[in-house]
């Protein structure tokens, strides 16, 4: 054990992700396990430059497994971007006697973290926490898995309209850079096209598929689109598009927005958030810093941070070789 980690700082950052609570009562609770102090940051790195922080015990993080969002609040931090935000930051961690911080958040937390630590050399390890699983070094990032349970739901909910009115349906979900959650919650829901950033499909083989769907003899189609697909402008300027040369398919677009952020998180999400922040506590007290626990073929891995930040999640190619195939 690392003698110099007597008191541990945990925070949430960015976006909220079902399982963040888990991850804070995995942190919690490892903590108390190697008789560490566990400093509660709210309101992320706002409330780290402000001290809005308390002692935490294996007890107050009772019943918050099963919750979604994030107990300890999240808010955009401006002033963290600054020198003089930063250094009221670290006077927090001297105030608190913080020997070392674990980041639950994205990729622009991790930033902030990394910028953090080379100024004042307090040690950092970061939890990857977002639904849109675009970070590099893990194949699951916390929230990932209860967002495609919960869009699976509305889609195949969706769905039952579509097939009642003849209608072509539209439905935006998350993912501003990456496809991971239209992909697979486009062939979970067997939609007919799969619009992602990875893929330009462009709208006339969007318009060549969709009128051999209609040949076929579907009277209703579903099409799954990441909110970062380049396709057209937005989902509605494609919907117009298709409308205009489809008069067939009553056409409409549902946005899910916000939606897929919310809910109780799924077991998986749990035990990994779980799995995550038992590994952060144990790494930073073996001397661990500025790197990211994630999981790779049901492992616990690091990744540097510079790497998590810098480097793409890839889209998995097979799965839209299936796609393809599905959609005949």
């Known amino acids: 054990m690392n003698s110099k980690i007597k008191r541990i700082g945990v925070l949430t950052s960015g976006g909220d992700a079902p399982g963040m609570n888990a991850a804070v009562r995995a942190v919690v609770r490892a903590a108390s396990f190697f008789s560490i102090e566990c400093v509660a940051i709210y309101q992320g790195f706002h409330g780290l430059i402000s001290n809005n922080t308390k002692l935490m015990n294996a007890r107050g993080a009772n019943n918050i497994i099963n919750k979604g969002g994030t107990v300890l609040k999240s808010a955009r931090c401006l002033e963290f971007r600054t020198t003089e935000g930063r250094k009221k930051a670290f006077d927090t961690i001297k105030i608190n006697k913080i020997d070392g911080l674990i980041i639950i958040g994205g990729d622009g937390s991790f930033t902030g973290a990394m910028i953090f630590q080379s ?3 307090i040690p950092v390890i970061g939890i990857p926490g977002t639904i849109d699983n675009d970070i590099f070094g893990t194949t699951h990032t916390i929230g990932y898995d209860t967002a495609l349970n ?41 939609a007919e096209e799969i619009l992602i950033p990875e893929e330009d499909m462009g709208l006339d083989r969007l318009l060549d598929s969709l009128k051999r769907s209609e040949k076929s003899g579907k009277s209703s189609s579903i099409v799954v689109v990441a909110e970062g697909d380049k396709t057209g402008k937005n989902v509605f300027e494609i919907a117009e598009y298709i409308e205009k040369n489809l008069p067939h398919y009553e056409v409409r677009v549902s946005v899910l927005g916000h939606m897929q952020r919310g809910g109780s998180p799924s077991c998986f999400d749990r035990v990994l958030a779980s799995r995550m922040g038992v590994h952060a506590v144990e790494s930073m ?43 005949v």
């Open 285 to 327: 007290i073996n001397g661990k810093s500025n790197v990211m626990v994630g999981l790779d073929n049901s492992e616990m891995i690091l990744t540097p941070l510079s790497k998590a930040i810098k480097g793409k999640s890839k889209i998995n190619k097979d799965l839209i070789r299936v796609s393809d195939i599905l959609t």
């Open 150 to 190: 919960t869009v699976i739901e509305a889609i195949d909910k969706i769905r039952d309209t579509a097939i009642s009115h003849n209608r072509l349906f539209f439905v935006e979900v998350m993912g501003r850079d990456a496809g991971h959650i239209a992909l697979n919650t486009g062939i979970g829901a067997g």
């Open 119 to 121: 100024e004042f050399s």
